[in-house]
């Protein structure tokens, strides 16, 4: 049982640090016009893409997006 309970916590917090990283991408977009739409972080790769209004981040089957 504590097993499971762990596993099911590393699972959260790798989807939070899913979360953080796609939104920190999308604001280092922002800042900074040449940023590569391609990035990987610890062995996952981000893909970032702008549409319309929409900032958009895909990672792992996870799609992350910011309206401005």
């Not at 916590?9 to 939104?23: C, D």
Request: charge should be positive; proline fraction near 1%.
């Amino acid at each position: 049982m504590l097993s499971l309970c762990v596993s099911e916590q590393f699972k959260l917090i790798n989807q939070w640090e899913q979360r953080v990283n796609a939104h920190k991408i999308i604001l280092l977009h922002l800042e900074n016009s040449h940023m590569p739409n391609k990035v990987t972080i610890k062995n996952r790769i981000y893909y970032y893409q702008k549409i319309g209004n929409t900032y958009q981040v895909r990672v792992n089957n996870y799609v992350y997006q910011v309206k401005s």
